[in-house]
T-cell receptor, first 113, second 112 residues
């Protein structure tokens, strides 16, 4: 049973470009969470999704950021018109239920140049 | 806002000794706590969890203690090994939400 898969592992974008981060949850998991981490800091919640639904996006900026978890395929975190301040590690986690153990992927490290 | 914090940013321990990593939380409504281990360049790895109806829970070489009176959580690692070197985070969930609230982390350094 493969773990949570994120790709790409590293992503470099120029300012103003779009970044698309993908997350495939563990088999059987229908709950996906996205977190952002700056160096030497803890993770900050961004968004929580279940299949085809955004349950809580309170941690995600209103502008430029969007997330989806379609019926088929991975969850996508999209950042439009990236700025240098978007540079961070973005982690995805999945769980079988809202209040069960969440497993994390290896993260996507976004660098905006 | 509510937050989870750690007392020590870095902890150095002799190989073979026991490690104790502490965490304070401020949301009295939190009822589920998790310890994660994060190695450099990797995602957080689940270590152990505990619910608020328990005071202690043991795993393999690890023990989590929860003191709800003073809102304190600790992770004890027995017979620390070089592979235990990592940053350790405590995280909490409240009874009304599902998002994890994370502390800043404690870096555990194992001295040979």
């Amino acid at each position: 049973n493969a773990g949570v898969m994120q790709n790409p592992r590293h992503l470099v974008r120029r300012r103003g470009q779009e970044a698309r981060l993908r997350c495939s949850p563990m088999k059987g998991h229908s709950h996906v969470y996205w977190y952002r981490q700056l160096p030497e800091e803890g993770l900050k919640f961004m968004v929580y999704l279940q299949k085809e639904n955004i349950i809580d996006e309170s941690g995600m900026p209103k502008e430029r950021f969007s997330a989806e978890f379609p019926k088929e395929g991975p969850s996508i975190l999209r950042i439009q018109q990236v700025v240098r301040g978007d540079s961070a590690a973005y982690f995805c986690a999945s769980s079988a239920g809202a209040r069960t153990e969440a497993f994390f992927g290896q993260g996507t490290r976004l660098t905006v140049v | 806002g509510e937050s989870v914090g750690l007392h020590l940013p870095t902890l150095s321990v002799q190989e073979g000794d026991n490690s104790i990593i502490n965490c304070a939380y401020s949301n009295s409504a939190s009822d589920y706590f998790i310890w994660y281990k994060q190695e450099s360049g990797k995602g957080p790895q689940f270590i152990i969890d505990i619910r608020s109806n328990m005071d202690k829970r043991q795993g393999q070489r690890v023990t989590v203690l929860l003191n709800k009176t003073v809102k304190h959580l600790s992770l004890q690692i027995a017979a620390t090994q070089p592979g235990d070197s990592a940053v350790y985070f405590c995280a909490e969930k409240g009874d009304s939400n599902y998002q994890l609230i994370w502390g800043a982390g404690t870096k555990l350094i194992i001295k040979p």
